[in-house]
């Protein structure tokens, strides 16, 4: 069995509708590139209630929560999307926090992602632009809710071969038109 210690670490940033909302993107993605990280994936994306709920179960019984949920499915902006990011490389984890700061804006290093860009909000929700997994298994957890296993190109997690019968959004096949002649 391979040992767990010497799986690519990985780990799953978002930008939070806020920073979407002010242009941030290439800001961000060129402080992340910092890292000197691999993009293991990525993709835009509505976020529903569940989703948003099933990512921040474990603060469910703070007084903030439902500002956080409204907040990341992007009601409070005009931005209802986040951008997802996968990185890999040694020490993701560690590097990716290190470049966004703490949780509070205003306790962020004043260079950091957060602390460049964060705000706390008159009802003191922080609003900080970013979010990065915290440990291994936050990590773990949190790229297997954002992501399916064929997203992201490197296999990060042992996967299993699954009969799935399920209806979805195909493109309309483009009509073929007829050669114009010269
Ligand atoms: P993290 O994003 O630094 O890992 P968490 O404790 O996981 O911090 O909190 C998730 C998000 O909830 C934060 O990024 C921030 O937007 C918000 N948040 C966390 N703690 C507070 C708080 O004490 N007051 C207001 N908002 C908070
Ligand atoms: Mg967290």
């Known amino acids: 069995m391979a040992d767990p210690t010497t ?13 979407l909302a002010k242009s941030l993107t290439g800001n961000i993605l060129t402080r992340l590139s910092e890292a000197k990280l691999e993009i293991a994936a ?13 990512h921040y179960q474990a ?7 439902d500002e956080l949920i409204d907040y990341i ?8 999307k986040v951008l997802a990011v996968v990185y ?11 470049l966004a700061g703490v949780t509070n804006p205003e306790e962020a290093d004043s260079v950091s992602i957060r602390g460049q860009y964060g ?17 291994v298994q936050e ?3 949190e790229i297997k809710l954002w992501f399916e296993p064929d997203e992201i190109i490197f296999d990060l997690y042992p ?9 979805k959004r195909v493109w309309v096949p483009t009509p073929v038109t007829a050669k114009v002649k010269s």
Not at 59 to 65: A, G, H, M, T, V
Not at 119 to 135: D, F, P
Not at 159 to 167: A, F, G, L, N, Y
């Open 73 to 80: 499915m992007g009601k409070r902006h005009s931005r209802k």
């Open 119 to 135: 705000r706390i909000t008159t009802t003191g929700l922080y609003e900080n632009v970013i979010h990065a997994s915290s440990n």
């Open 7 to 19: 799986r690519l670490e990985a780990t799953l940033i978002l930008i939070k509708p806020d920073g």
């Open 42 to 54: 990525a993709k835009c994306l509505r976020v529903s209630q569940e989703l948003a709920e099933k």
């Open 59 to 65: 603060l469910r019984d703070k007084p903030f929560f």
């Open 88 to 98: 890999a490389g040694d020490k993701a984890i560690e590097k990716v926090r290190q």
């Open 159 to 167: 996967t299993v071969s699954s009969d799935v019968t399920t209806r």
């Open 139 to 141: 990590a773990e957890r």
